[in-house]
């Protein structure tokens, strides 16, 4: 009875939010309130699907979730995002009858890394993807490390592990874990022998700390090594990219399945194979999971285009407090060969939480953008300052940088007849403040 | 003036080195040739003929690794910092001077020594958030951000009054640790780009050792409005966003 009740009450809460739009954790909440123990008393699907991992889980998941549905599977998923235990009680309760069984062949969930300890003590997946494990939001993660430890205490025995074998990190959690399935990336025309960037978090082996020596970087340090000092190496993957070829925006899977990208770039690439092999393991056909990604577009605005006046742009929405992320945007826009103007605006750090912390802008690798096709870069927001220090250090001629305390103000400052495609760089938190200021 | 960066290639989680870029350039303009070591974990450290040694933060587990690799130095080390030393160790790595360090697991390591705190580890949650930080040399308050799992007892010279944020002890007011010329604070990342009053100081002092007087008032004022112009800006934004949240 007190299953039902609490089912009800849910379904009840959820209806009311969407119609005052709000978001999807506070009927999951309750319903922890009511039945501490609801999550244990349903009845789950035979697939249960997680995705974890630093960057790209939000895109990984619609890709899953796409390609599923379009090959007749019944998905459940956190279509809103949020990925802590509330957000995904509500997701499950909703999804189910009132006698507690989920109506779905497929839960598939978005889980927060820190958190994934917490749900997946009641919700145990089969199925479990970690992407990738970077130095994201360290002001509340600490460091990649602190969320490793936390990420292993979610992992529990008999699950089938999906990791990037690429990701020394992520490679880690197979250490006493039989089962898994490694996805990677061969080697591709575009990496490179040396290291590149700021950091090199691959240095050492993460094992006994010796030196590392690497194969090729895919980017960052990502990419095939191996350690000097003991057995600790990338595994071969079952899955993998082996071909990659940015000019035509086209990535080869497992040697025959061309995939074409949205971005000519390697930022969805690993998204893109993650939801390739998992979509296999459920068994739906390599040929079938191809052609659904082709036609897949994401809609989670990440990549927007705009016109400012008679001229033309691209916001890459990248995140703050993620270097990583800074830098594949920052390879997007060097790549524009007929030249380009970039701005960049860290105007609030987070949308979620206060702080003032700009460390993170020192492992960017904004060096990247002193070339002859970058054009000039404005540096815009309340933290233009502290982004002109940053730039300052780059090697970057001064005369082609321009600081800016407002958003406006670089708007007004773009507004001219240049013939210049001009990129945006900056995130979620920020993003808005510029467009809407042009038309999109 | 050789200036070692110790460990720089672990004990780098937040852009530690901003600060040595910031200081050897700093130093230069003052007319103060200078040689930047940087340190790799593979290499023992010499601590002879060094003028200043900086370290950043790591993870606990790389804390451990330097640990273990600078216990062979540990006289030396104690000698140098005894003996006046000029330094600077941000984040964690101060930690390890300590007397004794218990880890997340409960498991105790054996201190370097130097000093006779014992800082405790704990796995439970993160301890983050943005700091104000107050010293008597200093008439410009510190800013910048803690990023630690532990809680330090015994301090008997900390650096700093907390006026946001978290201090050395559980619910303490103090933070870090200064002896003489050496200085341990667990603000993260480039502190020294963040805080152009803090690194005025640390400049000035660096230059006396070097030609036996202090900058002048007009040095200063000219490193403030030259070199330092865009950190000072960036400095006074930081302070004034931390006082907002801290009246909110």
Redesign the interface.
Known sequence: MKKFITIIVCKILRWIGKILGKGSSLPGKIALKICPDILERVTLPPYIIAVTGSNGKTSTVEMIAHILTENGKKVAWNKEGSNQIEGVTTLVLNSATLGGKVKADILLIESDERFARYTFRYIKPTHYVITNLY?DQ??????P??VY?ALKDSIYPGVQLILNADDPLVSCFAEENQKVIWFGAERLEQDTEEFCG???DG??CPHC?S?MEYRCFHYDHIGHYSCTGCDFKRQEAEYKITKADLREGVITVNSEHEIHLQLKSLYNIYNILAAFTVASLVGIKEEKIAKSINGFVAKNGRVVTFTLGNRKGTLLTSKHENSISYNQSIRIAAACEEGCEVLIIVDAVSRKY??????????IYFEGLNRENIKSVLLAG??C??L???F??TGIPEEKLQVLETVEQAVEVLNNDKKEEIYVITCFSDKDKFLQRVVR | MKILHLYHDVMNLYGEYGNMVLLTQVLNTCGIETELILQPLTQRPDFSEVDFIYMGAGTEENQKVVLSALSEAKEELKDYIFKGGYGLWTGNSFEILGKLLVDCEGKEWKGLEVFSYTVRQQKKSRLTGDAILTSEGLKEPAVGFINKCSYIEGVSQPCFRVLMGMGNEKEGKTEGIRYENFTGTHLTGPMLVKNPYFLLKLVSDLVKKERNEELSQEERQALLTGVLAKETAAYEVTLRELRKRMEK
Request: glycine fraction near 2%.
């Open positions: 130095r360290l002001t509340r993660n600490g460091h490390n602190w430890e700021i950091y090199h240095k050492y700390k030196l206060f702080t003032s912390d700009v460390s993170w802008l020192w492992d309340t933290y300052n502290d002109a220090v940053r300052s250090f």
